[in-house]
């Protein structure tokens, strides 16, 4: 008998795993339950299909914001959501006014249009647009190199490639993305005029991709749009060739005052921990180029997923399950912000809060952010959702809009779809329903209340 | 002491993974160097934009499928290839003939025209087309019970939905197939006078999918077609109504005498053991209705990749490999069937095969037919590609081109890319290069180098 004291966990794991699946068994047969409907049901493609083509996009302030947080409300209720409330929250109202121009002339005379967009949260240029030499940098450190004596009065053309061997395409965006957020001050700095950036997008196209810049409030404010890969492509070879004599844009944007808006919430009461939350969540404004399918139409509709399944299976929550549309993730926060401090104030607890919003595409897994028990016990679970392909569980993970519940102490998820298609149409015209496929949808969804109906049943 | 023998698997497991990995150390090393490669290249995509835009349908016997062979030489040839020949095979040689028409008459007097498709292999109707009543069976069931006296003089009309709530939309797939195999002969024995199927898609959209027929000599050929899924669920609610009085088809379709075909064979020659044979491959030929992108234009641009990576980073295989672009894979599998001919009058022993026709999505993993022993083998490689998101290995796998090597005792193994989005688009005019991501295309082809590699490297 030796061998028991002294080899317990290896050995108590063999036995004990017939106890944990027989237990687990019910739970599987629950999430089979789930997905059955959902792939037979087809409501959240036919959710998203209402919130593309009949609201479109969805910028905060806009009357396409507007428009979404009433029908999504109603799609909440559709669902059979105990109670759907409206959450105040003020944002900001930016517009991109009437169409951007922009161009190059070339040493031969002739004029090259490009494909542009501006940058989102970015000011306008004068009515007469910016014309001035355009100098291309491939990172900072050209930048830096250059200094007020090579970028002075001139327009600074930000070249930097989403790497393509990167398999996690969000590691490319992020890299790529510092010089959309922080290009136009940097620029500013060495006394440039305006900001042109490739487009952060993992293919060559024609599409602008649009997104949130951020001012350094220590530096003139730029006017910065981004330009399509192709043309950045095209652009970068002129430069080398000296072919370009000068560069001109114009845009139209503009900050407004905030206006009132809402995150959307709809809620199941849980029977035997009620002040238990869980949130299950996307945002629901989008950037005014599309129809904002993916990013994050997609998200908003599986949360409201999670909660019709549930009625129509006539499963009983034991915690209190909240399907949140977040408002302005985009370009503010103010939405996930409100939450959060709305969740303060209740004398509830936070248990745990799940994102979509890395596009709706064939589930992966999870990233999940948890205290080590919590993981050990979410990560537990991992064997159930490999049927439907989402038994990849990673650490770390979330989302914009539930990071602001931290301090809370809650535990985190982010669904981890597929990445490899995502930066090809995100924030740009081609994020539109027809993008986004309905069985890749329905199996994220699935993942979603699979592991929330897990979180309500056994807590964290 | 005596615990170590009591438990040695448990512990050498442990004890022995250090050295394991530093072997596969350097095999992740150059799995990460082909991954590189070929994602920065984008090679495949653009083999793969000339086979759907400048060849384009390549049914067997066509001139695109001669085009195709030419066009598949030289980019082995421009690959890097060691050799590249051609394999003669005799094909069958089906046409669709003039556009197919069909429509069905209702109740008041309107007729309602049906997107259709012959089904491929099928003969045509007389000149006038078929006209006559037709029924709906859901399944070989109700058209038994329906017998001689239900179905004589009629139109069959297969209404066999794919099951959305498989995740696995292959066995869907072959469940609804066998309406669209078997279908035609089985009305035939109770005097039926054609067939009409559901398409076999997952979507309920407007474009016919059509796909091989198989008769039974036994009874009279009928003329078959396939209706898009929503005219499907039109004619059915239709007939659900008793509203319709008549169907009406015509088909074209003719099958004329086999032609000289041909596989395309490109070939490293192994450093070490040459006579062992290691085959990668997809087939050439497609459906006439649209460009075959994912059927199987991308199992043969990824084969093409596994030869142009390896020659491009000099890598030096001990083993032969072969890619091959298998001819008729849809209508008669006669390449494959003459490729193993060809192996048998080989002195050499055919290790390995590797299939990719299962679309050129983002793959997931293989599906491994190899003997214990070998599936050990490589089923321990499975870390190695979880970095691209390939670790999912399972029992069983393979492809039609392929299976004719088993006699051989040859392992198999085929891609397994995600199968959500393929019968979307598979067999029916949809199926077009835009529908291809060329990120997921190359993740299937570094997938396919990385196991032909260490196949080619260690052997089985």
């Not at 399907?323 to 302005?328: D, K, L, Q, R």
């Not at 597929?418 to 995100?426: G, P």
Request: glycine share 10%.
């Amino acid at each position: 008998m030796r061998i028991f004291r002294l080899i317990p966990a290896v050995l108590l794991g063999v036995f004990f795993m017939p106890v944990v699946h027989a237990q687990s068994a019910a739970d599987s047969i629950v999430l089979r339950r789930m997905a059955d409907d959902i792939l037979r049901k087809n409501a959240a493609y036919e959710n998203l299909r209402f919130l593309c083509k009949k609201v479109g996009s969805r910028l905060s302030g806009s009357a396409g914001a507007e428009k979404a947080v009433i029908e999504t409300a109603r799609m909440l209720r559709e669902a059979g959501a105990d109670t759907v409330y409206l959450q105040p929250c003020m944002v900001p109202h930016w517009v991109r006014g009437a169409k951007e121009e922009a161009n190059i002339t070339l040493s031969n005379g002739k004029t090259f249009t490009l494909k542009a967009a501006a940058l989102g949260n970015s000011v306008g240029t004068p009515a007469k647009g910016i014309s001035a030499h355009i100098i291309e940098v491939k990172n900072f450190a050209e930048l830096d190199n250059l200094g007020k004596a090579g970028v002075e009065g001139k327009i600074v053309f930000y070249n930097y490639p989403m790497d393509p061997t990167n398999v996690a395409t969000f590691r490319s965006y992020g890299q790529a993305g510092a010089y959309r957020g922080n290009g136009p001050s940097m620029a500013a700095k060495y006394g440039a005029v305006g900001v042109m950036i490739r487009s952060l997008a993992s293919n060559v196209d024609d599409y602008p991709h649009t997104g949130a810049t951020r001012y350094n409030d220590s530096f003139p404010k730029l006017p910065a749009i981004a330009i399509s890969t192709r043309d950045a492509d095209y652009l970068s070879e002129a430069l080398q060739k000296k072919q370009v004599t000068k560069a001109y844009f114009k845009t139209n944007a503009e900050m407004l005052p905030d206006v009132q808006s809402y995150n959307v919430v709809g809620e199941i009461r849980g029977t035997e921990f009620p002040d238990e939350i869980i949130t299950v969540g996307g945002h629901l404004d989008s950037w005014d180029l599309a129809e904002g399918a993916h990013d994050d139409g997609t998200g908003c509709v599986q949360s409201i997923e999670v909660i019709r399944v549930m009625k129509a299976l006539g499963i009983k929550p034991k915690r209190t399950i909240r399907a949140v549309m977040f408002m302005n993730e985009e370009n503010g926060l103010r939405g996930g912000t409100a939450y959060a401090e709305q969740a303060k104030k209740e004398n509830k607890k936070f248990i745990f809060a799940l994102e979509s919003d890395a596009g709706g595409f064939v589930p992966r897994g999870f990233g999940v952010s948890a205290n080590p028990d919590q993981a050990a016990k979410i990560f537990a679970w991992k064997w159930l959702f490999q049927p439907y392909g989402a038994g990849d569980f990673t650490s770390g993970g979330g989302g914009a809009d539930i990071g602001p519940l931290k301090p809370l102490g809650t535990a985190m998820a982010g669904l981890s779809p597929d990445s490899q298609r995502y930066f090809d149409v995100h924030h740009a015209s081609t994020d539109v329903f027809e993008a986004v496929s309905p069985r890749e949808l329905n199996l994220g969804a699935i993942a979603m209340a699979g592991l929330i109906y897990l979180v309500s049943e056994y807590g964290l």
